[in-house]
């Protein structure tokens, strides 16, 4: 399952994070979208990043290192701002958050995935596994395809969920792949989450 606690952090060009949601899927709550007109910086020298009007959505996640092959899914807001992640019924899937950037853009893409269900593991479970310099591409909807690699893990738990590093804007492209980890809590969810941070393979 994932579960994503956030701080009530003010963003640049962004507005406050909305609550996080509850169930039995928890959600992740993520700032609101960036306004409309709003200029992405252009790619630095060497990135495999491409220019913002050029970038197509992101349909497949590939992570060799732990055998990831995921389909990626645009995620909007639910009715009560929350974001959310995919149904417990399809744990091999991934979801993108479309109310940030797109892989390839100025910007953190944010990636969410489970790490198990009831039924054993999910997409994200071999996410600690990785390390720093391991590869991470994302193909896109027109066949392109945009490759990161890992700068770094974190952990951090629900309740004090870095909200300005994973959604803060950056001067580049960025990649944040989250799921839970640490303690699995009797209400059946897990203590902590896990961040991936990816920086565009050349950077």
């Not at 306004?35 to 992405?40: D, E, F, H, L, R």
């Not at 060799?64 to 909007?76: C, D, F, L, R």
């Not at 009831?118 to 071999?126: E, L, S």
């Not at 395809?145 to 890992?150: G, I, Q, S």
Request: proline share 14%.
């Amino acid at each position: 399952m994932l579960a994503l606690g956030l701080a009530g952090l003010l963003l640049s060009r962004q507005s406050a994070p909305p609550p996080v949601g509850a169930g039995i899927a928890p959600v992740a709550a993520a700032p609101a979208s960036t306004p409309a007109g709003t200029a992405a910086s252009a790619p630095g020298a060497g990135s495999s990043a491409a220019p913002a009007a050029s970038v197509a959505p992101p349909v497949e996640l590939l992570i060799p290192s732990i055998k990831v092959a995921a389909p990626v899914v645009a995620a909007g807001i639910n009715p009560d701002g929350t974001v959310p992640v995919p149904p417990l019924s399809r744990p091999a899937e991934v979801d993108w958050y479309d109310g940030g950037p797109r892989p390839g853009e100025a910007g953190p893409a944010v990636l969410l995935g489970h790490y198990d269900t009831r039924a054993g593991d999910a997409v994200f479970h071999g996410l600690p596994q990785l390390h720093p310099g391991d590869p991470i591409e994302i193909r896109r909807a027109d066949g392109s395809t945009v490759l990161f690699r890992v700068r770094e893990l974190r952990k951090a738990p629900k309740d004090a969920f870095p909200t300005a590093a994973v959604y803060g804007d950056t001067p580049g492209p960025q990649l944040r792949l989250i799921t839970c980890g640490g303690v699995l809590e009797a209400d059946g969810h897990y203590s902590d989450n896990i961040i991936v941070f990816a920086d565009p393979a050349g950077s």
